[in-house]
């Protein structure tokens, strides 16, 4: 039997599609790749797909919420957490940046309504998250000891001012 696992690709995992291997002429290099598949992730967040939404992660990778203090291990449990969530949630990617094995996601979750920033720090390794740190915060007013400083961000307005 062939090995199903090219060199540098990492295990071959049951029903999750995995990265392409570059090919010649044309083919998108690896950041490309990355920041694509990360893309897809968003996009299945967005239709609840959840076995898509989770093809990114290794089978033992890891997740880490850390103003609550949990830690979640392995695909499955990442994803059992996530598709049990009882709020309806939409997603806004803003931005994504990155390079090599680390990435950010900077997104607006909004959860039955309620909006909520999340950044989102993903390790790579053979082209799966290995590693994710998740923060979210709340919308908040601004402080009147700093309002005169400060402009509102594109498209938004300053809260409390």
Known sequence: ?????????????????????????????????????????????????????HAIYATDAILDYPQSGERFRGRAAISAQRGGHPAGRHFTVQRITGHANLWVSECLITYDGVPSYSVSIMEFADQYVVHETQYFAEPFGVPAWRAALAEPMPGRSIAGA
Not at 10 to 16: E, I, K, L, N, Y
């Open 1 to 53: 039997m062939a090995n199903p696992d090219p060199p540098g690709l990492g295990p071959a995992v049951a029903g999750v599609p995995r990265l392409s291997p570059p090919r010649k002429g044309g083919a998108m290099d690896a950041d490309s790749r990355t920041k694509a598949a990360i893309e897809e992730h968003w996009r299945a967040s967005e239709r609840g797909n959840t076995e898509a939404e």
